[in-house]
């Protein structure tokens, strides 16, 4: 890998185009300025000419030449690929599932570019398919594009409402821009409280942890917009922030106020005391600004990572393993029949696990909105139901350990 790394970096460095687009742009200039001379003045036109001819030449050979050593650059970085990608042939597209549903394809790209903050590529990207509307291929084994037509036409032009989708993902990078670059949680703050019901609904964190980092800010010295202070009143000023706001975060937090409340009498030394991990945790801005990430797409209806961008790393991972497959079958003469399933098992990372299922230790029944899965204090997880029949509305036991809690204290798990 490690010369393909180095035959991109020295393609980057030196065997890049812009010597050779500095001299086109120097032979537009040229023409450009014969052009303005003959309009100006006609009869100058052959001696213009005349005179032109030669610098002109010229800079087209030096352009020629500026392009050899790109030319050569890229016969190596191939030469590279090759070598290192000798035995290993991309597997045949025998069954193409994704031809027959070209333009859920470039939905899929064009959503993928505007969650990365992409815009202007998204939207001449748009611009581009609609103008070129691809032909759907029908394939064996998937379902018929022309039946799902309406759908896909929907997709991307009237349904697929992309400047929307655009001003809702510049809001969130804007928001992401000034809790990374500028250490400023106020826009995150102000996000999160104006949907406060809802997260709080989802069981989501989020405004308390921005609170929090507000307050740790503003203990160790930085002012509100997130510059870094000379002050010494730091403590104070946490302090003040604390009495303000905290109070809606009383009932569900308690006991993480407490703590950041137990470090004031620290206050000269947080460094080493017992609350040292909750003042400097470098990690707690990319925490909070994942955490903000995946609540934002989540109202939205959408995943936090791009499901283009999983569905790629899933197959890359896939990849060997069916390539072996495809090898063993050839080998065999063996056919794989079954279209929607895989004849072997692709190990995925728990990160890439959809779906999950919560089935009740106690009733063994899978739980459904009706009779979501429940936490108790202790941590252990039971249906609703299980829960109304264990507790009969007081306090009970657990099954699975000593602890005893009251029904009402049990957080509804969201899977
Ligand atoms: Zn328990």
Same mark, same amino acid.
């Given at each position: 890998m490690d010369d393909l790394r180095e035959q991109i970096e020295l393609l980057e460095s030196s065997d890049n185009l812009s010597a050779s687009i500095n001299d086109v742009q120097k032979a537009i200039d040229l023409?450009?300025?014969?052009?303005?001379?003959?309009a100006a003045d006609p009869q100058t036109?052959?001696?213009?000419?005349?005179?032109?001819?030669?610098?002109?030449?010229?800079?087209?050979?030096?352009?020629?030449?500026?392009?050899?050593?790109?030319?050569?650059?890229?016969?190596?970085?191939?030469?590279a690929l090759d070598k290192k990608f000798k035995d290993k042939p991309l597997p045949a597209a025998e069954n193409d599932a994704l031809s027959? #549903?070209?333009q859920l394809i470039n939905r899929a790209i064009a959503m993928h570019l505007l969650r990365e903050g992409q815009f202007s590529v998204a939207s001449t990207f748009i611009d581009e398919a609609n103008r070129n509307p691809p032909r759907p291929e029908p394939t064996p084994g998937t379902p018929n594009p022309y039946l799902q037509e309406a759908c896909s036409k929907d997709a991307m032009h009237g349904t697929f409402n992309s400047e929307k989708l655009q001003s809702q993902f510049s809001e969130m990078y804007h928001i992401l821009h000034e809790l990374r670059q500028q250490r400023n949680l106020g826009p995150a703050i102000e996000w999160a409280r104006d949907r406060s019901g809802v997260l709080e609904a989802r069981g989501s964190n989020l405004e308390f942890e921005l609170c929090r980092l507000k307050f740790v800010c503003l203990f160790v010295g930085r002012?509100?917009?997130?510059?870094?202070?000379? &002050?010494?009143?730091?403590?104070?000023?946490?302090?003040?922030?604390?009495? &303000?706001?905290f109070a809606p975060f009383q009932n569900r937090y308690s006991r993480d106020i407490q703590k950041l409340i137990g470090a004031m009498a620290f206050w000269p030394n947080v460094q080493d005391s017992p609350y040292r991990r909750?003042?400097?945790?470098?990690?707690?801005?990319?925490?909070?600004?994942?955490?903000?990430?995946?609540?934002?797409? &989540?109202?939205?209806?959408?995943?936090a990572d791009s499901p283009l961008y999983i569905a790629a790393t899933a197959g890359a991972i896939a990849l060997p393993t069916l390539l072996k497959l495809q090898n063993i079958m050839k080998e065999k003469r063996t056919e794989w029949t079954t279209?929607?399933?895989?004849?072997?098992?692709?190990?995925?990372?728990?990160?890439? #696990?959809? #779906?999950?299922?919560?089935?009740?230790?106690?009733?063994?029944?899978? &739980?459904?909105?009706?009779?979501?899965?429940?936490?108790?204090?202790?941590?252990?997880?039971?249906?609703?139901?299980?829960?109304?029949?264990?507790?009969?509305?007081?306090?009970?036991?657990?099954?699975?350990?000593?602890?005893?809690?009251?029904?009402?204290?049990?957080?509804?798990?969201?899977?």
């Open positions: 023409l450009v300025a014969a052009r303005a001379k003959i036109a052959p001696l213009t000419l005349a005179k032109l001819h030669d610098p002109l030449k010229k800079t087209m050979e030096v352009a020629q030449k500026d392009l050899k050593p790109i030319y050569s650059g890229l016969n190596k970085y191939s030469r027959s #549903h070209p002012d509100e917009g997130g510059a870094i202070t000379e &002050s010494e009143d730091g403590p104070l000023r946490a302090w003040a922030y604390a009495r &303000s706001e909750y003042f400097y945790n470098d990690s707690a801005w990319e925490e909070v600004a994942a955490s903000f990430t995946r609540e934002f797409c &989540s109202l939205l209806g959408l995943s279209q929607n399933e895989l004849p072997v098992e692709i190990p995925l990372p728990p990160s890439y #696990h959809f #779906h999950s299922i919560f089935v009740c230790p106690v009733s063994k029944e899978q &739980s459904t909105d009706q009779n979501p899965p429940m936490m108790m204090p202790c941590g252990h997880v039971i249906a609703q139901e299980s829960l109304n029949k264990l507790s009969k509305g007081a306090r009970f036991k657990c099954p699975y350990c000593p602890g005893e809690s009251h029904p009402r204290d049990a957080k509804k798990v969201f899977l």
